[in-house]
């Protein structure tokens, strides 16, 4: 029972602390909790039986084609794997992008659906291997394989479905129908080609004596996964720099007094401002102020869309700014964001 619970935390425990890790990247503009937990279980659950279902029937011609057992496995781990897996786990994305394409912003939370996904579909994907390791060495084997799995590539499934999730988002920023489908393809694409990557270099390990393919593989992951970093901190810029325009287009307006751009454009102010306003005992309004400030950054990506590739958005943004304009209202006199 406790070499049980072993390898359901060492399968589950890491996948969602990386999760967590990923929404703290998210500084802005928080995506609804349930939406996240709603894609962490599209990963760990259908996109599962999904893939094993069409892995399954991708099969039957690998082995058709195959001359021997490297290209049999070859195939099948750097073909049908990546087409497969990725395939299931893009489709949460675009049932949010058909549906909830409201919630997508900025290339941040695309790489936030894409990444909660991974971590799902990596979690689930662990607690079999991880048993299959325990069958063969023992808690031993669980252990090592455990290192490889959740530490060393314990990133990748998140990283390669952020890719696609990035296609997606990218694919909000422009108007030209063609570019936003290329855009699309250009994600998943990528999204297949560091998989297969990936799964190559790794079924090349297992017939080399050597490591030099097992030290490829961590070099291009790692690589990848940087790369989906330094994206990850340009989108958090772009965002304060949408933010910030917004904020000067209001305080022309008189809508709001130009020193709340230095609140509203850094999220540790805004913390401060929150935290003074609760420690002072107004518990409401550190609430409400909370609420005004997800409002306003909200609207602030509704204008950017409404101005540059949706200006069907223009509906969105005149709901968003009834709603903050009233919060503002509710706010006392003197808190750190200021009310006229």
């Known amino acids: 029972m406790l070499d049980v619970l072993l390898i359901l935390f060492l399968s589950l425990g890491p996948m969602i602390l990386y999760a967590m890790v990923l929404w703290w990247f998210d500084r802005y503009e928080k995506e609804p909790l349930p939406l996240l937990i709603a894609a962490f279980f599209w990963g760990a659950i259908p996109s599962i ?184 901190i340009w989108s958090f810029f772009l965002e304060r720099k949408r933010i910030v325009a917004y904020g000067e287009a209001l305080a022309r307006l008189n809508i709001i007094p130009r020193a709340e751009i230095e609140i509203l454009k850094s999220t540790w102010q805004r913390r401060m401002a929150r935290l003074k306003t609760l420690f002072s005992g107004n518990v409401k309004g550190w609430l409400t102020m909370n609420r005004y400030h997800r409002k306003v950054t909200k609207a602030a990506f509704a204008w950017h869309r409404m101005n540059h590739s949706d200006p069907k958005a223009q509906k969105a943004l005149i709901a968003l700014e009834q709603q903050f304009q009233v919060l503002r209202k509710e706010l006392v006199p003197g808190a750190h964001v200021a009310v006229q």
């Open 49 to 232: 039986i999904l893939a094993l279902i069409f892995e399954i029937i991708l099969d039957i011609p690998i082995v058709a084609i195959s001359p021997n057992q490297l290209t049999y496995d070859l195939l099948g781990a750097s073909v049908v794997a990546p087409l497969a897996e990725e395939g299931v786990k893009a489709l949460a994305l675009l049932i949010l992008l058909l549906l909830l394409r409201r919630e997508i912003d900025s290339p941040m939370d695309g790489l936030i659906y894409g990444g909660i996904v991974g971590f799902g579909f990596a979690a689930v994907e662990n607690i079999f291997y991880l048993f299959g390791a325990y069958t063969e060495g023992g808690v031993g084997g669980v252990l090592f394989l455990a290192f490889l799995r959740a530490g060393l590539f314990g990133l990748n499934h998140a990283m390669y479905t952020g890719f696609t999730g990035l296609g997606i988002a990218l694919s909000l920023e422009v108007r030209n129908k063609v570019l936003k489908v290329l855009l699309i393809l250009a994600g998943f694409g990528m999204a297949m080609l560091t998989h297969a990557l990936h799964n190559a270099f790794a079924t090349f390990t297992s017939y080399s004596e050597g490591l030099i393919p097992l030290v490829i593989a961590v070099i291009l992951d790692w690589g990848g996964i940087l790369f989906m970093l330094v994206i990850a």
